[in-house]
């Protein structure tokens, strides 16, 4: 077996470590969190950098979960200037926003296969895209200039 290690084991482990980090003296470490000197040593020289490591990988992804926050904000934003220019008759409005809600939903279709590391989802067959499409194509429908122009743009971004 193994000898345990007593900074590893510590309740306050991470402000051990993160005390380590700054480059505090092995004795007064030892000191401050009641462990031996060598023990200390022994956990930054074999522990610290795998834990770091860690640390990092974690922060990596949440930073990419922030980042999808924030594109799914910007999507319901873009939603949301559709459905206004809608309903103020702006054309081109609305496809600046259905453009824009589309760069969205690829972003996202990238973000999410980095988080998950599946391939890229294929826009036209995401379940999302189909559903902003029928949205917007109902949406449009009491304008039928403005439905026939968006369905014509729909299809050529499906063409592409
Ligand atoms: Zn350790």
New binding site residues.
């Given amino acids: 077996m193994p000898r345990r290690?007593?900074?590893?084991?510590h309740p306050e482990?991470h402000s051990i470590d993160e005390t380590l980090v700054t480059g505090a003296p092995y004795r007064s470490v030892a000191k401050r969190f009641g462990l031996s000197e060598s023990?200390v040593y022994?956990?930054k020289t074999?522990?610290?950098p795998a834990?770091l490591l860690k640390a990092r990988e974690a922060e990596e992804v949440a930073q990419a979960d922030d980042l999808l926050e924030q594109v799914r904000h910007l999507q319901s934003r873009a939603l949301e200037i559709l459905e206004r220019a809608e309903k103020s008759g702006d054309l081109r409005t609305a496809l600046a926003a259905i453009s824009q809600a589309r760069a969205n939903l690829e972003l996202l279709g990238k973000l999410a296969g980095k988080l998950d590391e599946r391939p890229v989802v294929n826009l036209n067959v995401s379940p999302q895209w189909l559903e902003l499409r029928a949205v917007i194509v109902g949406a449009l429908e009491p304008h039928p200039a403005a439905h026939t122009a968006v369905l014509r743009a729909l299809e050529s971004v499906g063409n592409e």
């Fill in positions: 290690c007593t900074a590893c084991d482990r023990a022994r956990h074999e522990h610290l834990h």
